[in-house]
């Protein structure tokens, strides 16, 4: 068995996993506003609880830049913390190897293997949520690229747009991640208020929502045009006001790509962060 870590920037979600099968899950709030050691300190705390002899190893998804050589998080501003070298403390600490990697690509992972992208060979997958991210699997495995491969939401889909919280302009990202989302609905409400608001037919938060797609739909045509993938799978929290955004970013999608039509589909599992980490 392995125990797989979702590590967010609010909860750190943790599974014991045995072939794609959580068996036992907890989270526990990440505490990120109080430093380095204690989100490592909250880490630990989270596997010790799942530990037994049955466990082999442990799996990571963290957001940020990731060394894949090392296992070193590089960076990472949603949990305020850099050079941070988790699988080597976990060995340290637990005496369990471990591996980890982006949470965007264990999302990719966890989806292909055991969920909606089941089956394919080439897939994208793309989780909207405070920010953008995505994974990548071609011929069956996950890329990286030298450490940061596919990197969709920093995509530019409109020269000199919005700035995006990068500090960069007219990424996918300052279109449908939160602080896009809030800038089209003119109001700082959470993208989940708006999802209920879209539910109550308030005509702002559908025409919200349409335009989503819209900007959705252009960042995928260009992840279509870019890796041909058998399909496309869309997760993450945002990923709830499917209903309102798919048929607009479907629209987009059929007018804007060249390829023969890729299968656009909504993430299967609910917990595809830690699946995907427990089989990296």
């Known amino acids: 068995m392995i125990i797989g870590v979702d590590l967010g920037g609010t909860f750190i979600k943790a599974g014991l996993v045995d072939n794609g099968r959580i068996l036992r899950k907890i989270a526990k709030p990440t505490e990120a506003e109080k430093g380095k050691q204690r989100v490592i300190r909250n880490v630990l705390d989270c596997i010790a609880e799942l530990q037994s002899d049955k466990v082999e190893s442990v799996g990571i998804g963290s957001p940020g830049q990731i060394d894949h050589t090392k296992g070193v998080v590089l960076n990472s501003s949603n949990l305020q913390i850099s050079n941070v070298n988790f699988p080597g403390i976990i060995l340290q600490e637990l005496n369990l ?8 690509n264990c999302f990719a992972l966890g989806e292909f293997l055991h969920g909606a992208g089941e089956g394919a060979r080439n ?3 793309i989780t909207m949520g405070t920010g953008i991210g995505s ?8 890329y990286t690229g030298r450490n940061a491969a596919a990197e969709l939401g920093h995509t530019v889909i409109k020269h000199n747009g919005e700035m995006c919280a990068c500090g960069r302009k007219g990424h996918l990202e300052a279109y449908t991640g939160t602080r896009g989302i809030q800038k089209l609905f003119g109001k700082k409400l959470s993208p989940e208020d708006i999802f ?10 559908l025409k919200t929502w349409d ?4 900007y959705l739909g ?17 997760g993450g929290s945002v990923a709830k006001a499917w209903r309102f955004f798919s048929k607009s970013m479907m629209k987009t999608v059929n007018e804007l790509s060249l390829l023969p039509k890729t ?4 993430a299967s599992l609910a ?5 995907g980490a427990a089989s990296l």
């Open 123 to 125: 897939m994208v997958g």
């Open 196 to 205: 209920k608001l879209a539910a109550k037919r308030n005509k702002n938060a």
């Open 135 to 142: 994974g990548v699997i071609i011929d069956c495995r996950l």
């Open 263 to 266: 299968k656009i589909v909504k």
């Open 97 to 104: 190897p471990a591996k980890i990697d982006n949470d965007a």
């Open 218 to 234: 252009v960042g995928i045509a260009n992840a279509i045009h870019t890796y041909d993938p058998d399909v496309v799978v869309i």
């Open 271 to 275: 917990d595809a962060g830690v699946i």
């Open 211 to 214: 335009s989503v797609g819209n």
